[in-house]
Structure formats: structure tokens, C-alpha cells
């Protein structure tokens, strides 16, 4: 089936998969391979059908979407992707979970290690016994939290603004979700953590002592208050002409271990928080972002729901390390 006959209604949000997902299942990208239409998806092939571009100078009005009834049903599929890409395009929680599990319902336990040693195993003689790790379900339920706005506003009102600029507002509301997410995930890192060490005040001895009590991990990421962010960038060990150069061109800065640092505002000077992205949490997502669909195909929405349901677990807690600063 062609993409420019593929039937949109409704229901192709209700399969249980994404709306993508379910018309690359009638449309697949695979049929376009070696086509001038290669490299575009079951979606923006729909757009290309009904010719909406919804960037750059040119970009469409919001009413390009409701010119059919038809079109219209890509509109709620917009506005995910665009709140997905404001998720992506500034999230510092990829920077400490070390995979995501996708669940389709919103119970769900992640597993628990109990492992009889550390990263060195012992030698085994003949006959004798291998060390253990034993896996189990944890005994605490992941907990899941909806992330989401509403989107206020009437088609009316929407009608003759450039979907470039209406993309600017989604793609805000995606950074907003984006660092809520953070704040939860973070927060169940500290809440799990295992060990920690305490400083007077932020030197470059104290980073080799936090840098060493993670051991064996490696410290791929340290989150630090404001405060603590300051006092690091000060440090004569981190002025060297490369970082500098580093932070100047990107606004990033990294210590002296390679450690990617995260400056994170939680209201109160915690200190730093060092973790090993490689092992120290789970994300676990229940689908990806939804958009309420009625309302918005209808032409008839003032308040439309954006939302995305996500939850943290601990894998291995000792990956982390606290550094409260008296």
C-alpha cells in the first residue's frame, strides 16, 4: 500500500503502540529504500503527503493540518514529537541512568543483585566453588510518576500561528518534563545510595578522595549544587588551556577524572553526588509521550493533556557516592 492511500482515523492511536509504530506496520520505511522518499518515516512520509512542513521559514499554519479531516489526525502526533525532541534536546538524565526499560503497565519490579564479591573474582581450583551473584526481584515496586502539562489553548486561536513558532512552546514544555524527570531520578539515586564521604569545603584532594571511594567504578558523572559548582570552577587543577577551551566553546566542564560535572539547583546546598552512569539506575517508561488525541483532531480543544509516565530504580547503589560539604 502506497503512502498517499494509507487511511487515517482515530483508532490508530489506540492500538497500544505509538502512532508511528502502527503506520510503519501498513507503511514501511523498508518499501522506500533506494526512492526519493528514502530516510523519511511512516509519519513524515504523511506529511509529505499532504505537503505540511512544520519548520523552517516556510513553515505551515497550524490550520495546514485541519485543511481535511484526514490531515488532522497527524496533528497529535506532531505536537509528541516535538515535546520529545524538547525531552532530548537538553536532558541531563540520560547522564545517569544506565538503560531504560520500557513496561506496558504501570506495576512493575526492577531486579535486585546481591553479590557475594566485588569487581576481582578468586581463583578456582579444581573442584572447588565459583562466587555467587544472585539475582532476584527487588521487594520494593518501582514507583511511576505521570510528567505533563496542559496545553490551553483553542484551535481558534491557534489556527493562523507558524507551526515553527508553536513548536517553540511544545519543545519548552518538553524541557520542563525533561527536568522534572531529573530532579525525580536524582533523587532516588541519593536516597539509595550506599556510601559517602565529607569535606570542609571543595578542594582538589577532596575530588581524589571522592574519585577513589567509588572504586572500583568509574566516576562518568558528579552533580553539584551551584555553590559547589563555583568553587570547582575556581580550582587552579581545573584551569588547564584544554578544559577551558572546553568550557568556553560548549558551556561544559569536566574534572580532572573525565566525569561529565551537572550543575542541578535543588533549593539547598547538598554538596556533590558521584555516579557511575554505567550501573547506578534504571529508568523505566510506561510508552512515550501522549497527547491527548480527541479533543485536538476534533477542532474542539481548549485543554489538551501532554504527559509521559516514567519511574526510577536503583541497580547497584554503591555506583554512588554523596559528598555532603559541612
Known sequence: MSYDNIKLEKGLYTTGKSFTKTLE??????????????GLDAFERQLKRFDIKVSGPDSDCVSKFYSTSTSSVLFPEYISRVVKAGIESNSKVENIIATTTEIDSLDYRSLSYADDMNFELALVNEGGQMSECEISLSDKLTTLTKYGKVLKASYEALKFQKLDLFS???????????????????????DEHTKSITADDVTYETLVKLWMELQPYNMTTL???????????????????????????????????????????????????????NYAIERVQAGGVVTEFDKIIDCQFERAAISTIVGFAPIYRDAIVTLPIN
Open 25 to 38: 506496520e501498513l507503511d514501511p520505511s523498508e518499501n522506500y529504500i533506494g526512492t526519493p522518499l528514502e
Open 223 to 277: 552533580v553539584t549544587d551551584k555553590k559547589t559548582a563555583t568553587k570547582l570552577l575556581n580550582l587552579t587543577e581545573l584551569r588547564d588551556a584544554n578544559a577551558g577551551l572546553d568550557f568556553h566553546g560548549t558551556g561544559r566542564f569536566i574534572t580532572p577524572f573525565g566525569a561529565e560535572i551537572i550543575v542541578y539547583d535543588q533549593g539547598t546546598d547538598y554538596g556533590a553526588v558521584a555516579i557511575d552512569r
Open 168 to 190: 517553540i512552546t511544545l519543545s519548552k514544555i518538553g524541557e520542563q518534563i525533561s527536568y522534572t524527570q531529573f530532579s525525580n531520578a536524582f533523587n532516588a539515586v541519593v
